[in-house]
């Protein structure tokens, strides 16, 4: 069951990987098996849930780093010409606050799931 739980993570990681063009291969063959770890420690599936919500907001956290550093490899890149440089720029601009605009409240919501999961509150209905 942990590993079904650590397969989001792990994805997690081998998404912002591939924007930072790291090993993807080896992140995800390492990431894996530690979050497996991270997670199957927890003992019941109500922890595992709320250990996999946990780390899936703290990848929503980093998101935005990741977003910047591909942003900045892009546009030192594309420095052929100021317009191509002015336009990776602009470009750049709009992805991270994209990405804040989007992650931001996506790990809000995560973290204040999984720690609903964890203190075993449900809706009445």
Known sequence: ???GFALLPAFGVYVLASLVAAPELLLAVV?????ALLIYGRGTTTRMTSATLLLLAVEAFVAPVVAYVYISSNVEASNDSALGTAIAGIQGGILLVLAFVVCIPLGIGFYLLSKRVKSGRTMKT
């Open 31 to 35: 990431a894996l098996p530690l979050f």
């Open 1 to 3: 069951m942990a590993i």
